[in-house]
């Protein structure tokens, strides 16, 4: 079971930055697809950005032009650069990895994941 490390949450005041970062462990061929999801408890989980092996992008509605999503094949590394908080952003962060090529923010599409960290954001 391949297991993801995703870290950077914690608490932050709007308007303020936040840098997720996640580490993939293993062989890089099972990482084509890598993406960020938030849910809050409750609610149903939300995809927020997602980057493919061609390293084109989506980005949910929500965060479009105030969060950006990178990696970093060498470093098996997926980074998600939140700026511009806002409350209604706190949620628990999960990374999550897929063999498909393209980008997706279909959780379906994900076959590992992380542990997730909290983001809170206070107004």
């Known amino acids: 079971q391949v297991q993801l490390m995703d870290t950077g949450g914690g608490p932050v005041q709007a308007g303020g930055s936040l840098r997720l970062s996640c580490v993939a462990p293993?062989?890089?061929?099972?990482?084509?697809?890598m993406g960020w999801f938030r849910q809050v408890a409750g609610n149903e989980r939300e995809g927020v950005a997602s980057?493919?092996?061609?390293?084109?992008?989506s980005y949910a509605d929500s965060v479009k032009g105030r969060f950006t999503i990178s990696r970093d094949k060498d470093k098996n590394t997926l980074y998600l650069q939140m700026n511009s908080l806002k409350p209604e952003d706190s949620a628990m962060y999960y990374c999550?990895?897929?063999?498909?090529?393209?980008?997706?923010?279909?959780?379906?599409?994900?076959?590992?994941w992380g542990q997730g960290t909290q983001v809170t954001v206070s107004s």
């Open positions: 980057i493919g092996s061609d390293a084109l992008t």
């Open positions: 999550a990895s897929g063999q498909i090529r393209q980008s997706t923010l279909e959780g379906d599409d994900y076959l590992y």
């Open positions: 293993g062989n890089v061929a099972r990482y084509h697809l």
